[in-house]
Structure formats: C-alpha cells, structure tokens
C-alpha cells in the first residue's frame, strides 16, 4: 500500500500527486507550528511554534497503513 504523507504543492496538488505515486490515501494532521513556514499574517498574530498534533490519531492511521501493507504483500 502506498500512502502519500506530504501535501503536493504544485499544480494538481494532493489529487495528481496520489495518481502520479499510486498512493491510495492521504491523511493531514494539523497541529504544527513551524516558525520557518509561518506567513506574514501568522507571524503578526504571534503563533507560537509548537506540534499539538494528535498522537492517538497519527498511530491509529500507522497501524492502518501496517495492516494493508501486511494483506497486500
């Protein structure tokens, strides 16, 4: 089972991207702040860099990932 993890940015964004590699889902897990690619308008509210990602949600989707690529093999 492939899965794309990244976001495309680039013309045909997430739905070329998953044609192109074959991935048969994509998932984001929002919660990250990462000072380096914050925009003008986050930078003027003051967020704060942080990852509040959800811990539970990302494992519950690894292992989801695991079993398909246990019955695909």
């Not at 089972?1 to 998932?27: D, E, F, N, Y």
């Not at 704060?48 to 690529?69: C, F, M, N, Y």
């Amino acid at each position: 089972m492939k899965i794309l993890v990244a976001a495309a940015s680039k013309r045909g964004g997430i739905p070329q991207a998953m044609a192109v590699t074959g991935a048969v889902a994509h998932r984001i897990f929002w919660g990250k702040i990462d000072p380096e690619v914050l925009n003008l308008g986050e930078r003027l509210v003051h967020a704060q860099p942080g990852d509040d990602r959800e811990s539970d949600a990302v494992t519950e989707w690894a292992d989801q990932i695991l079993v398909g690529a246990k019955t695909s093999t």
